[in-house]
């Protein structure tokens, strides 16, 4: 069994930049394709970005294009979200998630594992 563990939300203004970041349990970390969601107050959780087992391949929502970046360090266990020029449109839990399947997957049923996510709060 996997367990993730997000960190790193907080309170920003608007304009400004945090990493959040997703430590995970075993190891078989380095053969999983990572996630990162994330759910606004009253709103489905969306898609933010994927990253596969090697790092190498990245995949965005086109919101997030130029302004969010996925990575990982498989010798840490662990994946990051790095957000700039942040939003309160980008408000909302973040969550991190894992599939055992190589492809890069936006859809949240395809994710194995997920983290409890962490609270990222912009403000205007």
């Known amino acids: 069994q996997v367990q993730l563990v997000e960190s790193g939300g907080g309170l920003v203004q608007a304009g400004g930049s945090l990493r959040l970041s997703c430590a995970a349990s075993?190891?078989?970390?380095?053969?999983?394709?990572m996630g990162w969601f994330r759910q606004a107050p009253g709103k489905e959780r969306e898609f933010v970005a994927a990253?596969?087992?090697?790092?190498?391949?990245?995949y965005y929502a086109d919101s997030m294009k130029g302004r969010f970046t996925i990575s990982r360090d498989n010798a840490k266990n662990t994946v990051y979200l790095q957000m700039s020029s942040l939003k309160p449109e980008d408000t909302a839990v973040y969550y991190c998630?894992?599939?055992?399947?190589?492809?890069?997957?936006?859809?949240?049923?395809?994710?194995?594992?997920w983290g409890q996510g962490t609270q990222v709060t912009v403000s205007s």
């Open positions: 998630a894992g599939r055992t399947g190589v492809r890069l997957i936006n859809s949240e049923t395809e994710y194995n594992f």
């Open positions: 075993g190891r078989a970390f380095s053969s999983y394709t």
């Open positions: 990253i596969s087992w090697s790092g190498r391949d990245t």
